[in-house]
């Protein structure tokens, strides 16, 4: 079983790191298809087949949640993002910071960043990847990175500590304040603006990302260099993360509950119950749970799920934006009709990210970031 695990391992390093990178022009005017990042989608879904890696937990079935508080989107999956009409610089493999790990070593944790050519002032948004927290490979989402870069915003796309490096939540929170502070204490090595920033999450991330920002003046999750900048966040974009990991699953069958709540990777990140295998629904519940955090200063959040999710419950978002609504937060809810958790290429399925690519979507979040640089 160890090597399995090892095996296992090793294979998502490389799937995190191989991948098929379509490049562009970045002629003005000249616009097309946006980048890919292909991480041995050739190969993933085999793996998936014959059991060498461990399928996550799928829902057979997803029970409508309410959306009265949400707005209703049908995007037109044909209508897909364009790049190449602005010229980008990419800035690779920035190490941000160097945190300890339970063995002994320390670990280099890296950033790719985007930076238009613009002169304008913007925004500085930062990207975490999803990956059940057993992987953060930053170099996921290329095209919606790259489209969000040309709509005149700094994209740093951050790696963060995960179960395979002995790390929880906490450690995870700790890292992508550990990155907006590096961000804001070399603005003027990279040629950005610091001022505000954005963290942008997808499933995982956006687990994370939401945790960053309720926890915006909290020093409890300050830890590592730069901790003479500030890590507070202006702006949250939430892409179909969990909130209450305790009711991850609410949404679906007995059977996808119970594989999910004793998910080797959930476990080892927020919490192990008394039995070492199952997760603690009371640290799931209270100290690794946003909600638990939301105050009426928390930034604005744009939050993003669609109704076919059948990995993180749609319920999941809604309480968070229900939580920050009542407590006197700003945030603005989307329920995708048809979408199901994001980009599922990896497991073979190259349809699933069609909708959240399309500029009905994509749109949404340039105007959001929009707003929040004309606040600051």
């Known amino acids: 079983m160890k090597a399995r695990t090892i095996l296992i391992a090793a294979l ?6 191989v991948g098929l990178m379509i490049a562009r022009s970045g002629a003005p005017g000249a616009q097309a298809g946006c980048p890919q990042f292909t991480p041995m989608f050739g190969l993933m ?14 829902a057979a079935t997803v029970a409508p949640s309410d959306t009265s508080t949400s707005i209703v989107i049908r995007p037109d999956r044909n209508d897909q993002i364009q790049c190449g009409k602005t010229p980008i610089r990419t800035v690779k493999d920035v190490v941000y910071a160097a945190p300890r790990l339970p063995n002994g070593k320390s670990m280099s944790l890296k950033m790719d960043i985007l930076i238009p050519d613009t002169a304008r002032k913007r925004t500085v948004v930062v990207y975490v990847p999803g990956g059940g927290f057993v992987v953060a490979a930053k170099e996921s989402a290329l095209n919606l990175r790259t489209y969000i870069a040309e709509a005149g915003f700094a994209v740093a796309s951050i790696q963060y500590r995960t179960t395979r490096d002995g790390a929880n939540y906490r450690d995870g929170v700790d890292d992508v304040k550990a990155a907006i502070r590096y961000l804001r204490a070399n603005a003027a090595k990279y040629g950005i603006d610091a001022d505000a920033v954005a963290v942008w999450g997808e499933s995982a991330g956006g687990y994370l990302a939401a945790m960053v ?9 300050e830890a590592g260099a730069d901790l003479n900048q ?9 892409d179909f993360g969990a909130s209450d ?23 080892q990140y ?45 319920s999941q978002t809604l309480i968070l934006h229900d939580a920050l609504v009542a407590a006197g937060a700003r945030s603005t809810r989307y329920v995708v009709d048809g979408a199901g958790h ?20 994509m749109n949404l979040m340039v105007l959001f970031l929009n707003r929040l640089n004309e606040a600051t």
């Open 12 to 17: 998502l390093v490389g799937a995190a790191g």
């Open 45 to 58: 879904p085999l793996l998936f087949r014959i059991g060498v890696l461990p399928k996550p937990p799928i």
């Open 213 to 221: 920002g309720v926890t915006n003046h909290n020093s409890a999750f």
């Open 230 to 238: 500030n890590s507070d966040v202006q702006g949250v974009i939430d």
């Open 245 to 267: 990991i305790s009711k991850m699953a609410a949404d679906f069958d007995a059977q996808t509950q119970q594989a999910t709540y004793s998910n080797e990777g959930l476990v």
């Open 270 to 314: 927020i919490g192990k119950a008394s039995d070492a295998k199952t997760l603690d629904p009371g640290i799931a519940s209270t100290a690794a749970n946003p909600l638990k955090y939301i105050q009426a200063n928390a930034p604005p959040f744009l939050i993003f799920h669609g109704n076919e999710d059948r990995l993180v419950s749609p």
């Open 342 to 361: 994001g980009d599922l290429a990896f497991m073979g399925d190259t349809q699933s990210g069609l909708l959240w690519s399309t500029n009905k979507v």
